[in-house]
């Protein structure tokens, strides 16, 4: 080939690159068909509107880059104001937000508001906060939702159109929802006019089941109001029908009046059932703690680093291994021997090296039925090679006396969940899980 003709292939290929180059030019102009000022404008726009025109608010269900959980009610004015609603505040507040472009089309929190106790780093922990955002950009705009992203951090957050009374329902999950991480009795109650009642948030979250002094329980469908909530099943509490409840920002309660309101109980004031039969004869390991009892685990797992697990005896027949090891100079002898007996025992589970694992009991001498789903155990002796060690530790040790507290336990049974709640603070709970085993097998061990 010679040198005309690759002069002419050259300039050939260059002229298509260059056409190439000049339909894409085209086709952006063609797709970008206004200016990018102007196309942020409307994005700012029409976010400006769509959160104006929502008459119940935005919820917002946000979690900070350390794991801090918080909900949000926010009403945006036509004046630049957001008047915000959180979980971890009783009040309302009123603070100022814009809409602006920076680094795209952004939501900003301007004054000190709800939100902002989420980045302030005077909030605990002292000098870090929880490292939240107040500045996000606006992604996606819908009628039912908006999404943004974080400034700061980039975490992706929704705002989700709020329903009526959105702002009751969270202080309500908050009171009631034993599992929602708060500090609150697993318990609750109303009284009217000496007579009382039961209340308990149902599994679903959505209804209330209310057990009145006759011994029947009422389920009844919440429907969540601006002033707190309605009962879709009303109920007769001592000679009252009760269809709804206020919120009342002095009392910081639900309640039909001033008087009557849901309070918090140690103790169920009727019967849930013959529970404590269902539990005796079995034991049981530990799948959850109340955030009361949480502080003691948390010491427990840093003093004892090869604490494993609990598990909980009541009344079972349990076999026990007993290894005795014995040394002398260099050598050891080890020998087993075992046994069978029903025991009662809050049960610490240690991994030992070149062992397994060992128990350390904190064993009952008898249980007392108090009613159906009420027993009293009594503490006797201790066994196991660290269970003096856990004793004399006065946090460790808060956790048998829960066990074995003076005034008893609840057995309360839900679908497969089973939960033991003191009588003495109905803050305080423990919730099990049936052991697989058919007889319990325990391995103890003495240096000889």
């Known amino acids: 080939m010679n040198s005309a003709t690759l002069y002419f292939k050259k300039i050939a290929f260059i002229v298509l690159l260059i056409m190439g180059f000049s339909s894409c030019s085209r086709q952006v102009e063609d797709i970008f068909d206004t200016p990018a000022t ?47 609603y959180a979980d971890f505040s009783d009040i309302s507040s009123y603070s100022s937000y814009s809409l602006n472009y920076g680094q795209g089309p952004v939501l900003s929190f301007d004054s000190y508001g709800q939100l902002h106790t989420l980045s302030d780093p005077e909030t605990s922990p002292l000098g870090l906060g929880h490292g939240g955002d ?4 606006i992604l996606s705009v819908s009628q039912d939702s908006i999404i943004l992203s974080g400034r700061k951090n980039r975490d992706r957050v929704i705002l989700h159109r709020a329903i009526s009374g959105e702002a009751n329902r969270i202080r309500f999950m908050k009171q009631m929802d034993v599992e929602s991480g708060n500090n609150i009795s697993f318990f609750h109650s109303l009284t009217i006019g000496g007579d009382k009642a039961d209340i308990l948030l149902a599994n679903d979250k ?34 009252v029908t009760v269809d709804k409840f206020i919120w009342s920002d002095a009392t910081k309660k639900f309640g039909i009046d001033a008087t009557s309101t849901i309070e918090a109980s140690n103790s169920p004031s009727f019967s849930t059932g013959s529970t404590v039969d269902q539990v005796l004869g079995a034991y049981y390991n530990l799948t959850e703690v109340s955030p009361a009892l949480s502080p003691n685990f948390v010491t427990l797992k840093s003093a004892f680093a090869n604490y494993r697990e609990s598990e909980i005896y ?36 240690f991994d030992k090296a070149n062992v397994g694992t060992v128990w350390n009991n904190f064993k009952g001498s008898k249980i007392t039925k108090l009613r159906g789903d009420q027993m009293l155990l009594t503490q006797s002796i201790r066994d196991g090679e660290n269970a003096s060690e856990l004793n004399t530790n006065k946090t460790v040790r808060n956790i048998p006396l829960f066990f074995y507290n003076t005034s008893g336990l609840t057995v309360f049974l839900r679908d497969s969940d089973i939960y033991i709640i003191s009588m003495k603070d109905g803050k305080s709970w423990l919730k099990l899980k049936k052991g697989v085993l058919e007889m319990p097998i325990q391995t103890l061990v003495k240096t000889l």
Request: aromatic share 10%; net charge negative.
């Open 38 to 84: 102007e196309r942020t404008a409307k994005v700012l726009e029409n976010c400006k509107t769509t959160l104006q025109n929502s008459p119940n608010g935005w919820y917002l269900d946000y979690t900070t880059p350390d794991g801090y959980n918080a909900q949000f009610v926010m009403k945006f004015s036509q004046h630049d104001s957001v008047l915000t």
């Open 206 to 239: 959505k209804k209330l089941e209310i057990t009145i002094a006759d011994g029947n329980i009422i389920s009844s469908e919440i429907k969540y109001t601006p002033l707190g909530f309605d009962l879709l099943t009303p109920v007769t509490i001592g000679g």
């Open 134 to 137: 107040f500045e996000f950009i």
């Open 314 to 349: 009541l009344n079972v027949p349990t076999k026990f291994v007993t290894k005795n090891i014995k040394v002398v100079g260099s050598e050891t002898t080890v020998t087993t021997s075992d046994t069978i007996i029903s025991i009662i025992s809050y049960s610490f589970l």
